[in-house]
């Protein structure tokens, strides 16, 4: 799936209405459980005014935002580590991603079934962490079997490993997710082979109605509290709202925005938040042609933004020309920055930062 966010959640919380208002595709969204049974993958441009703004400025013709992968995944019910639910399929789809949105229901309506009679996120996030934390102690349970046969033999290292499996899957079992249990470099290999669903950093996004947006309730407050424990994100929306405003054009969308008191779609923080919480961040190239916006990890160095571009320009990479957009915001220009004494030459070793705007020299 790429680099990819999971929206998850109880059946009839709002996923596939969220998914639709991102990608303003129609995943069915319908009022039963399991209308989703295949994951839905959607492609979101990356809201930036960074961009826009650089296009202003170069009077560019074209125009490349980045983007970020959403993949709406079924309802997980109780019982899911289990195979409920075709729970198995769903834990697998959320496997495959790298962060995860829990969207939970903190709004009422009578025409809307709960599928446990009532809303209470705070419990609703209870009911899909506890499945997520026992499909992950049958995983590592897995790997404590696989290390086992060679603590028998002796083997001083698999005693040390198990030790660790141990103690990870004791964390587990007292209910707390991977992602808060304590490792260093050295367990962090462990991590990436157990592919730990609790391991996913997390967005939680509070879909409420219009009076919760406006004004907010008990509901959204609980969440705050709970992600605040967790150092987590919560994002309040009104997928109904959002699934409105995404269908408008641009003229009456601001208009709608306004009546609203609202600056932005919801949705722009939501997609800027899964991004964030993939890990990623954002370079530029700029010029009258084109201005585009390239996705790169947190840490990667300038040949590895080089080849997000093209892998040959990885391959016979030289030197990368940098300036950081706030020095270009503020400066007015990119002769500017260069009179400044701000554009740098950088070379193998320079770690890119958000912002930056880049050009390359390399050898074909």
Not at 49 to 56: K, N, W
Not at 251 to 278: H, Q, S, T
Request: glycine fraction near 8%.
């Amino acid at each position: 799936m790429g680099i990819a966010c999971g929206i998850v959640g109880l059946p009839n919380v709002g996923k596939s209405t969220l998914f639709n208002a991102l990608t303003s595709n129609e995943a069915e969204a319908a009022n039963y459980p399991f209308c989703t049974i295949d994951p839905n993958v959607g492609v979101v441009p990356v809201p930036d005014p960074r961009l826009a703004e650089l296009v202003r400025i170069y009077e560019t013709d074209r125009e490349v935002p980045t983007t970020v992968e959403f993949v709406d995944i079924a309802g997980l019910v109780k019982g899911a580590s289990k195979g409920e639910g075709l729970g198995n399929q769903f834990l697998g789809n959320i496997r495959a991603c790298d962060a995860v949105a829990h969207v939970v229901r903190c709004f009422a309506d009578d025409n809307v079934v709960h599928v446990h009679g009532g809303v209470n996120p705070l419990h609703d996030i209870d009911i899909i962490e506890t499945e997520l934390i026992l499909k992950d102690v049958e995983s590592v349970e897995k790997q404590m079997q696989a290390v086992h046969k060679r603590v028998r033999s002796h083997d001083k290292e698999a005693v040390q490993e198990y030790e660790w499996f141990t103690a990870l899957r004791d964390h587990l079992d007292s209910g707390k997710p991977a992602r808060t249990f304590p490792h260093d470099d050295q367990s962090v290999p462990f991590f990436r082979t157990l592919q730990l669903l609790t391991d996913k950093a997390v967005m939680y996004v509070a879909n409420t109605d219009e009076e919760g947006m406006k004004n907010g309730n008990e509901h959204i407050e609980a969440v705050r509290k709970r992600a605040a424990e967790e150092g987590a994100v919560v994002v309040p929306i009104c997928a109904k709202i959002e699934a409105e405003i995404a269908l408008l054009e641009a003229e009456d969308r601001e208009l709608f925005l306004a009546d609203l008191g609202m600056e932005e779609p919801g949705l722009d923080r939501v997609i800027r938040e899964a991004y964030r919480l993939l890990g990623l961040i954002t370079y530029f190239t700029a010029g009258k042609k084109e201005c585009r916006a390239w996705t790169v990890r947190a840490g990667a160095t300038a040949p590895n933004a080089a080849g997000v571009i093209h892998t040959d320009f990885e391959k016979g990479f030289i030197r990368a020309e940098v300036m950081s957009y706030a020095d270009w915001e503020r400066l007015g220009s990119e002769q500017a920055v260069k009179d400044a004494g701000l554009y740098r030459v950088e070379g193998k070793d320079y770690i890119v930062k958000d912002g930056d705007i880049m050009y390359f020299r390399f050898n074909v």
